[in-house]
C-alpha cells in the first residue's frame, strides 16, 4: 500500500524559513517523480516543485523560485522542500505527490501539511 506522509508545516513570519518532509512508502522511491504542490481553500491546487529521476530533472513554479528546493534522499524514501524568504502569499497546505509515468498525472498524494505565512 502506497503512503506518503508530509510533516513539517507550521507557522512563521515572513522572511522565515520551514523545511518540508515527506516519507514514502509502499513503492520505489527512487524509480518515481516527486513533486510538492499547495493549494488554498476556495483555489486550484497548484505546482510547487517536481523532481524527476535524474538529480538534473527539476522544475520550480515561477512563484518560488530561487526561495524553495527540492531535494530527494533516496536512502531514506524521503522528499524535502526547503522553503526559504517565506511570504504571506505561500501560506497553503502544502501536497507531497508521486508520478508513476513523469507525465504531470499525480497518482499519488499525501494528507497535507499546513503552512501558514503572517506578515
Known amino acids: 500500500q502506497v503512503h506518503l506522509a508530509e510533516s513539517g508545516g507550521g507557522s512563521v513570519h515572513a522572511g522565515g524559513s520551514l523545511k518540508l518532509s515527506c516519507v514514502v512508502s509502499?513503492?520505489?522511491?527512487?524509480?518515481?517523480?516527486l513533486g510538492w504542490f499547495r493549494q488554498v481553500p476556495g483555489m486550484e491546487r497548484e505546482l510547487g516543485a517536481i523532481?524527476?529521476?535524474?538529480?538534473?530533472?527539476?522544475t520550480y513554479a515561477d512563484s518560488v523560485k530561487g526561495r524553495f528546493t527540492i531535494s530527494k534522499d533516496n536512502g531514506r524514501n524521503t522528499l524535502f522542500l526547503q522553503m526559504n524568504d517565506l511570504t504571506p502569499a505561500d501560506s497553503a497546505m502544502y501536497y507531497c505527490?508521486?508520478?508513476?509515468?513523469?507525465?504531470?498525472?499525480?497518482?499519488?498524494w499525501g494528507q497535507g501539511t499546513q503552512v501558514t505565512v503572517s506578515s
Open positions: 505527490a508521486a508520478d508513476t509515468f513523469c507525465n504531470g498525472d499525480q497518482d499519488y
Open positions: 509502499g513503492l520505489p522511491f527512487a524509480d518515481y517523480c
Open positions: 523532481a524527476g529521476i535524474d538529480d538534473d530533472s527539476i
